[in-house]
């Protein structure tokens, strides 16, 4: 059983990376699946959240990312995707995922950071 995040890298202000959130070993689709992000000095934050648990997507965002970040997932891929555009430097950061199973038994599982870097 593995989440797996990747697509992190080094862009320049304005550019655009996608990072993915894979898991092995079980359905992603039975969870809700968060991305975090901490950077260095600072607090981790929740940076986006795409729920079912009510039978149809809810996507969450925090206010710092909302109209630039936006998630989606694919079932078929077992994969949730996180497009970032317009990267600024404060969002430089390790970014995260975690996936929350929705109802019981509780499961949850962390992906190892991807570093995101935004910069001139």
């Known amino acids: 059983v593995q989440l797996q995040a990747s697509g992190g890298g080094s862009v320049q202000p304005g550019g655009t990376l996608r990072l993915s959130c894979t898991a092995s070993?079980?359905?992603?689709?039975?969870?809700?699946v968060a991305w975090f992000r901490r950077a260095p000095g600072k607090e981790r934050e929740a940076v986006s959240c795409?729920?079912?648990?009510?039978?149809?997507?809810?996507?969450f965002y925090a206010d710092s990312v909302k109209g630039r970040f936006t998630l989606s997932r694919d079932n078929a891929k077992n994969t949730v995707y996180l497009q970032m555009n317009s990267l600024k430097p404060e969002d430089t950061a390790a970014y995260y995922c975690?996936?929350?199973?929705?109802?019981?038994?509780?499961?949850?599982?962390w992906g190892q950071g991807t570093q995101v870097t935004v910069s001139s």
């Open positions: 070993g079980f359905s992603l689709g039975d969870y809700a």
């Open positions: 795409i729920d079912d648990s009510d039978g149809y997507s809810q996507f």
């Open positions: 975690h996936a929350d199973r929705v109802g019981w038994p509780k499961y949850d599982y």
